[in-house]
């Protein structure tokens, strides 16, 4: 496996893959790699021939007051990862190789999308958050060229937004949405929970938890999405910072009252200024 930082070295290896007929996978991360990433380089590895794992922590998507200085880089760790794993290649450019010449990224063509998707849930209190993302995995997908790219289904607002600007830009790209992983414990992985201590990480469990409670309460028969909040809003620890908790039709992404087809359960929240994400699908 290699370690590749520049783009036109990155863009030779792949043309000439390419020319001998091997199918390209890739699975875009900011590093810090833990089990739930390793699960999506897996499902790469099984679907594709060549397997590039992205090392950028995209400084584009985080806003003035969130944490992408402190955001942990650990490159060393994570190319043995890929290594264990099967990926072939390891794509880490620095910020100045992806935007060149840039004195502040107000200058940059961004890609925008749409305002309907993106001023809800993460997008209320991340303002620019996706028009980051959209920009740096439409680079990464101009750099790469991949026939199937692998997203987790815990950031379920960036993966359903992707998909329609695969769609709306004709990439030629298939998406693969692969499961949200849990620890033992419930809680969803995250490289943020580095960040937590115990007192905080046994706070942050009764936000899985609370989504467990809407499941066990839909299955029970109820299906107004108000009475579900409540329930779950019984659960969360007094030490949690809700940013929002709220319930989306799966397909349209559209809010719901009511649960009458397969509906997302989506929270983050703040545990000692952490901020979380997390998710289930209730109604399939």
């Keep these: 496996m290699k370690i590749i930082h520049k783009i036109n070295e990155i863009r030779e290896i792949i043309q000439k893959e390419k020319q001998n007929g091997k199918k390209i996978g890739l699975v875009p991360t900011m590093g810090c ?26 400084p584009i998507q985080f806003g003035p007051n969130e944490d992408y200085d402190k955001y942990p880089r650990t ?63 439409t680079k990464l997908f101009n750099i ?75 299955q029970k028969g109820i299906k107004d999405t108000k009475l579900l909040f409540d329930t779950a809003m019984t659960v969360l620890d007094p030490m949690i910072e809700l940013d929002y908790l709220e319930f989306v039709d799966k397909e349209t992404f559209e809010t719901v009252s009511e649960i009458n087809s397969p509906t997302i359960a989506a929270i983050a929240a703040k545990v000692g200024g952490v901020r979380l994400i997390d998710n289930i699908i209730i109604g399939e």
């Design 144 to 218: 790469i060229c991949p026939d199937i790219a692998c997203f987790g289904m815990k950031d379920i607002q960036q993966l359903h937004i992707i998909k329609k600007m695969v769609k709306d830009l004709n990439f030629s790209a298939d998406i693969i949405s692969c499961p949200l992983v849990r620890e033992e414990s419930g809680l969803a992985l995250s490289s943020r929970n580095k960040y937590l201590s115990e007192a905080d990480k046994k706070a942050a469990l009764t936000i899985s938890k609370a989504l467990f409670a809407i499941k066990d309460g839909y």
């Design 33 to 58: 790699l833990h089990a739930g990433h390793a699960s999506l380089i897996k499902k790469s590895v099984e679907n594709a021939d060549i397997t590039v794992v992205s090392v950028f922590v995209n």
């Design 75 to 137: 490159l060393e760790a994570d190319a043995k990862i890929c290594e264990e794993i099967g990926a072939d290649y390891v794509f880490a450019p620095s910020a100045a190789e992806m935007y060149p010449g840039l004195e502040k990224f107000s200058d940059l063509t961004m890609v925008c999308p749409p305002y309907a998707l993106t001023d809800m849930l993460c997008g209320k209190s991340r303002v620019g958050h996706f028009d980051g993302v959209a920009t740096v995995v």
